[in-house]
């Protein structure tokens, strides 16, 4: 079905969701205009203001809908979250994830992020998952620091920069982490930093191994992360 919303978009470039939703009923399918508002925005659809001549949709070569996440290690994407303790002060959570799998890779917490906590995190992950082909981000000066760029591109990945201010090329790490806030942050008053710091890792925990995720047919993402290295090892002895 997302192959077809995409399809229908690309051609139909002035065409909402509500009327995509009827041209897929035409073709067919049983689906409501909520069920495709919500792929919609998950994918990082959008009507253009501006056009140039013969254009339709268009997105930053970074964004969710051109580059598109094909098996583990492909893309990861990362951003930040802004919250507070109960007493007011703020905080941030640096978070990460495989946009295949959905997996949550990590969640940093800190009082403020910079370059540096961006840094040490990807170090972190590059020594326990090893290195991804992609790194999709938002302009934020973190993440455009040329410590964070040359760093990547030594170790041999590659930046995916969305357009500014179009949130929605990273549609994966945006949705994360609307479910984070909404899950946790919104329903959990943290007395001080530590607090936070376990609380999330307990939360980040469970989204991996428990919670059912729709894109990838209500599997936690260990357990679809399991069974595609299973796949991938019949493969590997078949064609032996």
């Known amino acids: 079905m997302k192959r077809d919303i995409v399809r229908l978009a690309e051609k139909y470039g002035r065409y909402g969701y509500r009327r995509i939703t009827v041209m897929l009923q035409s073709e067919g399918w049983k ?28 997105f930053n070569d970074g964004s969710c809908i051109r580059l598109k996440p094909l098996y583990p290690n492909h893309v990861w994407s990362y951003d930040c979250v ?16 495989d946009e295949f799998t959905k997996e949550s890779l990590k969640i940093q917490v800190e009082r403020s992020i910079a370059s540096r906590h961006v840094l040490e995190a990807l170090s972190d992950l590059f020594l326990l998952r090893g290195i991804p082909v992609f790194i999709r981000s938002d302009n934020g000066s973190e993440f455009i620091a040329k410590t ?17 201010g179009s949130p929605w090329e990273n549609g994966f790490i945006e ?55 299973t796949n991938l090892q019949m493969v590997q002895i078949s064609g032996a």
């Open 175 to 229: 949705r994360f982490n609307g479910t984070l806030r909404d899950e946790l942050l919104n329903r959990e008053a943290f007395y001080t930093l530590k607090e936070a710091k376990i609380m999330i890792e307990i939360y980040r925990n469970e989204y991996n191994q428990i919670r059912p995720h729709s894109s990838i047919n209500y599997l936690a993402p260990k357990v679809f992360l399991a069974y595609q290295n």
């Open 31 to 58: 689906i409501n205009h909520k069920r495709v508002q919500r792929i919609w925005r998950e994918l990082g659809l959008r009507v253009p203001k501006k056009q140039k001549k013969r254009g339709r949709l268009y």
């Open 148 to 164: 964070v760029q040359d760093f990547i591109k030594d170790v041999g990945a590659k930046t995916a920069y969305i357009t500014p």
């Open 82 to 97: 802004e919250d507070r303790l109960a007493d007011g002060r703020k905080y941030k959570c640096l978070t990460v994830m």
